[in-house]
Every structure is written in C-alpha cells, then in structure tokens.
C-alpha cells in the first residue's frame, strides 16, 4: 500500500510542477506581448517619420544639407532619432548627429542600399538595456530614387520598463509558486495521513478486527469512504457472528448424531454374546441416525450452493406442476402421519426461477405442514393470482407456533419444540432455505400461526408478464 501513496505523491507532485510551469508561462507571455507591442508601434511610428521627411524633401529640385536640415527641424517628426539623409549614391549630405557626424561620407549600411533600391526597410533589436531600431525610406522622383533617409532610434526607457515589468512578473511568480507549494504540501500531508487512516482500518479488517472504527471529521470523500467503510465493518462483524454461530450450530447438530452412532456402535461392540434381535434394534437406530446425518448435511449443501450462486439456472417453471410432484413424493409420509393433503391448482402458474429452488421451497414447506400436524389432520396447498403475483397458500391444521417464536423461525437451526423435531427427523433448517431462497428470487414470505389451531404460509412469486395478461 505505500508504493501506491508513493505514487500519488509523485502523481500530485507532478501536477504541481505542471502547474508551477503553465503558471510561469502565462506570466511569461504578457511580457512578450508587450516587447511585441513596442517594436510593433516603434516600426508603424519610426516609417511614418522616414516616409514624412522623405516626401517632404522630393519637393526640392536638388537634395542638400540645408534643404534635409530645414526639413527635419520644421516637421520636427524625428525628435530624439539620429537622422541621416543620402544621395542616390549612398553619399551622407545631412547628419544630424553632433558627435560623430557621417556628412560627406558614404554609408553603404545594409538598410541604406535597400532603400535605395526602393524598398521600405525596418529592422528592431532588443536586449535588457535597449531597443535599438533602424527604419528607411527611398526619396523618390519620377519613379526614380533620389537619395533615402535613415532613422536610429535607441530607447532606454521602455527596455527598462519592459525588464522592471519581467522582473515584477518574476517575483510575483516565485510567490505564487512558494505559496502554491506550501499549501499543496499542506494538503498532501493533511490528505496522506487520512489516507493513512484508511489503509490502518482496512488492514485492521484483513486480521479479523471487525469492531475497529476509522474516525473521520469532515465532509469530504475521504470521510464518506470513512463512512461506507464502517457500515462495512458492522456488516461484515454481523456476518461473521452469524457464521460462528452457524458454525457453532452446525457442529452440534452433526455432534448429535455421530455421538449416538458412536454409542450404539460401542454398544454392540462391548457386549459379549448381544442377541441378534438386539444387534438389529442397534443397526437400525443407527441407521435413523445416518439418515438425520443426510437430511442435515443435504440442507447444509442446498444452503451452500445457494449462497454461491443464488440465481443458478433460472427458467420458466410451472409452480403447480411443482406442488404436485412434491405432493406425490411426501404421500407416503402423509399416510404415514394420517394427514390428508388437498390441493386447489386451477391451471398453471409459471414464474422464472430455478427448479431446484423452486422445488426445495414447496417441498420444506409441505414437508413441515405434514411432520407438525395431528393425527387425522389436513394440509390444504393452493395456487391463486394476486394481482401480478402467484400466491401459494401452505395451510394445517397442526399444532401451531407460539407468538414468540415467530419472529426466530426463518433462523437456521432454530426450532421450536425441539424433542419433537427431534422425534420427527427435523434440522431446523427447512424455513430458513424457504427464506433465504423466496428472498432470492425476489418473492416475499408471510406467516399466521395461531398456536394449537394451525399454521398457514404465504409465498408471493412474481408472475411472468405473459402469464398475467393471459
């Protein structure tokens, strides 16, 4: 389980570089589009002056320094720019620089030659200091060029404002990401050690601690997982009482009869010269006993396998075509007991389910109906629609239950007169697979008893759709 919060960590880390990144990148680009901007307006403001003064200066029939120096300090359009003014032949006939004047000299720079060559040229540096801008313009006339003018720029004051604008944007990033660190890293602790929380509760269940409690304040997800994980817990301790108990139950009752095979055997086996009237009364108390060994581990396995697979096999079953094979299977029984069965089956009554469960359930519950009844009396099975559920109606005239054992009879192992299901072969088993198998296929179980009168149990199934139609 560590490696996994190991790599959430990293997971959340990660997001948090990536976060850290795209947040340097977007205050990385406003200052680009600044620097853009700047160099944008200085070209559209640096080609307007040159193209100015150029056309002024085509007005003139000869280009010279007092006509270039006139026109720049009229039009005033390049104030705080080197200026510089050339003949067709790359001459300088005008400077405006006091310091090192190019008058008189040939300037073959790059942007002058193209100029010349009637083409518009601008071109913008930029470092930490300055931008550093060049723009010129070809005099024209007649279609010819007459000379070109040249315009320098070197600003300082938006280089540094630009760089005062990164530095800010900089420190205003390294913020942000020390504060974004510190409370991620306050919430990855906050949230691991919750985590971690959760890890120690399910750990605590795999040994078998099902009254631990993981302890939770909040309303986030972590404190429903918390939640659902208690539920859980009480679940799961619930479950495992009821399987000691089963356990429990189960070992006594095949306890039971395994003593008495042992002391019947020991029996015949220690008695010197036992009659073989006797040795038959033995075997045959003996094999009674088997045969409770049967029924019980029979009903132990239809519970088993129901468990592990509950809806197996479902299919369209005829519930009367049931009702009478289990009839015919406990005539013997009922003659036996001298109990009359009558059913009332008008027709057939299909519902989807299993046969096997089907068949246990219609077969447990005749079977008690006949076993708890009197000598004489009468067991009345019926099958009717009830709405868009098929009723069948289990109903004798036998001994009853108590009002206080109705609320445990479902309960595996339970029984109500135990010398008598004893007498009567019973596991205590029989309404608890009636139970548990009715709930699976999505039936609903009812029960009236009124003690010394008789019992009637109720199983609503739901009826197929084409059944209920017909």
Known sequence: MSSHLRSLRFRITASFVAMIAAFSLVNFLPAQMVQQQII???????????????????????????????????LEVARDRRVLVTNKSGLVIYDSSKLSPTTGRLALFPDLITALRNRDVFRCAYNSIAFESRAAVPIMRGGAPLGAVYLYDYDTENAAFLQQMRSNLLYLSIGASALGLLFVAFVLL???????????????????????KIELKGEDELSAIAHEFNDLTDRLGALEKTRRQFVSD?????????????????????????RPEDVREFLTDINDEIERLTRITESLLALTRHEVKPNARAERCDVAAVVRKCADILRGSAAQCGVMVHLDLPGEFFVLAS???????????????????????????????????TLLSVRDTGIGIPPNHLPHIFKRFYRVDKARSRETGGTGLGLSIVSEFVDSMGGRLEVDSQYGVGSEFRVYFVTLREEVGS
């Open 355 to 389: 046969t096997d469960s089907l068949h246990q359930i219609v077969f447990n519950l005749l079977e008690n109906a006949i076993k708890y009844n009197r000598k004489g009396g009468e067991v009345f099975v019926s099958l009717s629609y009830d709405d868009d559920l």
């Open 40 to 74: 944008s307006s200085k070209q559209s403001e640096m080609l307007n002056a040159a193209g100015t003064l150029a056309a002024a200066l085509e007005g003139y029939s000869e280009l010279t320094a007092d006509n270039a120096y006139t026109v720049v300090t009229v």
């Open 190 to 212: 906050r949230f691991s050690s919750r985590l971690g929380v959760l890890v120690r509760g399910v750990s605590s269940i795999g040994n078998g601690e099902y009254d631990s």
């Open 250 to 274: 189960a070992s006594h009752e095949l306890k039971t009869p395994l003593a008495s095979i042992k002391l019947l055997s020991d029996s015949i086996i220690q008695t010197p010269d036992i």
